[in-house]
């Protein structure tokens, strides 16, 4: 009934969620706090993010109560648990309490993520034919359950208290970053949920929260969607790719995937500001990272955050010497990777670059320094290449495109350009017609656009530190905006965020 209604997926980048639901809960939710319904105002923002959820699969929301409810619960019994000691001082009950929440937490994670992959590689490995589940993944749970492990280990450590029902639950919920992040901490999202500061209009926020939030609709609609075309085109047809249709296809994803995730990053961050909160940006200019440890601190912030703090550090961190070390770094990434999808792909992205940040420390240790080009050039392109494997269907159709990069699939140029550049034939490269989806110049254009876009211009967080609400301002949001929604109108269909299938 609801879809009749309104007809589409309650996307940020559909006007549905643009012109009907943000204005609903915006002049809601100040109308209520301007009559000091404060509890009102807060159960009005937790109500409009479970519609939020509800409206991409109302299947899933009795999932979304049963793990509010259920870590609310463990949390709350934490602080609170009758302990007993073992001869070594350790709070036994706790500590099993802990263990049993997180458990539960991963439990469901692994069945909805991963059961079909564990069925396929027992098919694999013993003969066997046992059905898949073909389970359909919650949105964000993924992201939900890191946010909640990490208030349950901080919770028993002591470093945050049990808050009531109705903050973990707009915590958890707040739609902004509900279904692709950032990951939140606890730490800084309640004070501002509870801070009187936040509860009238702050129209600087607002304003601020309309610029970057078109900033990061202009990145998916104009640039990433636009991309999406020659990727999806690449990797829908990897055995036959030549050499610069593969490169082609892998830049195209790498820039797609930067500038979707990167814009709805952006997005969350905006709209986010209209209510007064302040969500941890998620990127730095990545692209300009010089060295791979320089990436991770630039690309998915909040995802390395968590990682650091609750696989690296519990693991031993470098506490324990360099192999210890290595090995932990090792392990982190292999998480990151399955925590990502459930294929033998991830896993190899996961560990690639789990073996560079190794080589990397390595590489440190021994004090060799590397002209800066050099090494954005090679960083850059060992990410480009690994990217391959996130995007690829299977390991065959990735080795399919780096062959293809490397020549296996021959030199191929657009056959426009055979008579400005026929001597080319007489050094082995071909003349014809690429992908049907691509237009050559078209692609080469944006590819040349994206390269100076990451490189040589100011990222969202640079904006949103520097930004004062001139003309100029006022402009370049209007003409984001304007542009993001020529494009939208074009669409047949409205494209969702590539993280929601993580």
């Known amino acids: 009934m609801?879809?009749?209604?309104?007809?589409?997926?309650?996307?940020?980048?559909?006007?549905?969620?643009?012109?009907?639901?943000?204005?609903?809960?915006?002049?809601?939710?100040?109308f209520l706090t301007s009559l000091?319904?404060?509890l009102a105002s807060r159960a009005f923002l937790v109500g409009c993010s479970l519609f939020f959820y509800s409206w991409w699969n109302i299947v899933f929301l009795p999932y979304l109560l049963f793990s509010l409810i259920f870590n609310?619960?463990?949390?709350?019994?934490?602080?609170?648990?009758?302990?007993?000691?073992?001869?070594?001082?350790?709070?036994?009950?706790?500590?099993?309490?802990?263990?049993?929440?997180?458990?539960?937490?991963?439990?469901?994670?692994?069945y909805f993520k991963y059961a079909d992959f564990f069925i396929r590689n027992v098919n694999f490995v013993t003969g066997s034919h046992v059905d898949l589940l073909k389970l359909a993944l919650p949105l964000g749970i993924s992201f939900i359950t890191f946010q909640k492990i990490a208030y349950l280990v901080d919770v028993y450590?002591?470093?945050?208290?049990?808050?009531?029902?109705l903050s973990f639950s707009l915590f958890v919920t707040f739609f902004p970053q509900l279904i692709a992040g950032p990951i939140v901490h606890h730490s800084e999202m309640m004070p501002q949920f509870a801070s009187r500061w936040n509860w009238v209009k702050r129209y600087r926020n607002i304003v601020t929260g309309i610029f970057i939030f078109s900033i990061g609709l202009f990145k998916k609609?104009?640039?990433?969607?636009?991309?999406?075309?020659?990727?999806?085109?690449?990797?829908?047809?990897?055995?036959?790719?030549?050499?610069?249709?593969a490169w082609a296809t892998s830049l195209s994803y790498t820039f797609q995937l930067y500038f979707d995730f990167s814009g709805y990053s952006d997005m969350a961050v905006g709209l986010a500001l209209l209510f007064n909160i302040k969500l941890p940006f998620n990127f730095n200019s990545p692209y300009k990272s010089k060295n791979i440890q320089d990436f991770w601190r630039r690309w998915h912030?909040?995802?390395s955050r968590f990682l650091k703090a609750y696989v690296y550090i519990p693991m031993g961190g470098n506490r324990s010497g360099s192999f210890r070390t290595y090995l932990n770094l090792f392990i982190t990434f292999i998480i990151g990777g399955i925590w990502h999808g459930a294929g033998w792909t991830f896993v190899i992205w996961g560990a690639l670059h789990g073996i560079s940040v190794v080589i990397h420390r390595a590489w440190q240790i021994l004090g060799i320094r590397m002209?800066?080009?050099?090494?954005?050039?090679?960083?850059?392109?060992?990410?480009?290449?690994?990217?391959?494997?996130?995007?690829?269907?299977?390991?065959?159709?990735?080795l399919d495109v780096i062959k293809g990069m490397f020549g296996g699939g021959g030199l191929i140029l657009p056959s426009g350009l055979s008579s400005s550049m026929g001597f080319w034939k007489h050094y082995g490269v071909q003349y014809g017609d690429w992908l049907a989806d691509w237009d050559a110049k078209e692609e080469i254009i944006y590819l040349v656009g994206?390269?100076?876009?990451?490189l040589l211009l100011k990222n969202s967080l640079e904006w949103s530190k520097s930004f004062k609400p001139t003309l100029g301002t006022l402009l370049i949001g209007s003409l984001l905006l304007s542009l993001a929604f020529v494009k939208l109108s074009s669409l047949r269909i409205t494209n969702e965020f590539l993280y929601f299938n993580f």
């Open 2 to 30: 609801w879809h009749e209604l309104l007809g589409v997926a309650l996307l940020f980048n559909s006007y549905q969620f643009i012109f009907i639901f943000l204005p609903v809960v915006f002049f809601g939710y100040y």
């Open 36 to 38: 000091k319904f404060i």
């Open 72 to 110: 609310f619960s463990v949390a709350s019994a934490l602080t609170g648990f009758g302990e007993r000691q073992d001869v070594h001082g350790n709070h036994i009950g706790k500590k099993v309490l802990l263990i049993f929440g997180l458990l539960v937490n991963i439990s469901f994670l692994g």
């Open 157 to 165: 450590q002591g470093k945050c208290k049990s808050y009531d029902f």
């Open 221 to 245: 609609l104009s640039i990433a969607d636009t991309f999406a075309i020659w990727a999806n085109s690449g990797y829908g047809h990897t055995p036959n790719l030549a050499f610069f249709e």
């Open 301 to 303: 912030i909040t995802l």
């Open 371 to 398: 002209n800066s080009v050099l090494a954005w050039f090679f960083t850059f392109n060992f990410i480009n290449i690994t990217w391959i494997f996130f995007r690829s269907k299977d390991i065959e159709s990735a």
């Open 450 to 454: 994206g390269f100076l876009a990451v």
